[in-house]
């Protein structure tokens, strides 16, 4: 059984440009959730997909979306990037349940 | 609204010495309890989960925790740590009614000292 995982593990990015970032969830899960955990802090929810639509949502604005496809991949996108999101991205997968299991994460820093 | 608070933002401890890492919450309904550890340039790996059941629970690596739910508390600890203990630690939890999203704690920083 494979483990969460993410690519890439690092990025830099200029602000105002835009970021893919990309998630395998773990075998037979089919909720995937997104977490931005700025520098010394605790990860922040940025929504959940279930089944390809999306599930919920924190409070983050548009400009963060996602999708999620049918082999439970999953994207997050940001566009008009801004210096606060320098950040570590986590994905998180479930199965339907409360427990979510989480990849290492992406580094993402916009100069 | 949920919340949860992690009192201590670093803990230094000797090692084979006992450790509390400490966490509160606040929530007007149910929740989930979760410690999970974040190891440098790592991913969040779960240490343990209440759910129900007994109020005290046990975790990987030695590590237990103890549900209060008059003092609204849910403290982390270990017997005897050791330096692979070194981490960060984050108490979080999810609403019964709607367990989609994690609310986590500040983190508490657990450094192990020779």
């Known amino acids: 059984e494979t483990g969460v995982t993410q690519s890439p593990t690092h990025l830099i990015k200029t602000r105002g440009q835009q970021v893919t970032l990309r998630c395998s969830s773990q075998?037979?899960?089919?909720?995937v959730s997104w977490y931005q955990q700025a520098l010394g802090q605790g990860p922040q929810f940025i929504f959940q997909y279930y089944r390809e639509e999306e599930n919920g949502r924190g409070n983050f604005p548009p400009r963060f979306s996602g999708l999620q496809f049918p082999n439970y991949s999953s994207e997050l996108n940001v566009n008009a990037l801004e210096l606060d999101d320098s950040a570590l991205y986590l994905c998180a997968s479930g199965a339907g349940t409360y427990e979510q299991y989480f990849g290492p994460g992406t580094r993402l820093t916009v100069t | 609204a949920q919340s949860v608070t992690q009192l201590d933002s670093q803990v230094p401890v000797f090692e084979e010495a006992p450790v509390e890492l400490r966490c509160n919450y606040s929530?007007?309904?149910?929740?989930?309890l979760f410690w999970y550890v974040q190891y440098p340039n790592q991913g969040l790996q779960l240490l343990l989960k209440?759910?129900?059941?007994?109020?005290l629970v046990k975790g990987i690596n030695g590590f237990e925790a103890e549900f209060n739910k008059s003092q609204t508390s849910f403290h982390l600890r270990k017997p005897s740590v050791h330096i692979s203990d070194t981490a960060e630690y984050f108490c979080?939890?999810?609403?019964?009614?709607?367990?989609?999203?994690?609310?986590f704690g500040s983190g508490t920083r657990l450094l192990v000292r020779p």
């Open positions: 075998s037979g899960h089919n909720t």
């Open positions: 209440y759910l129900s059941g007994s109020t």
């Open positions: 979080a939890l999810i609403r019964m009614d709607s367990s989609y999203k994690l609310i």
């Open positions: 929530s007007s309904v149910s929740v989930y």
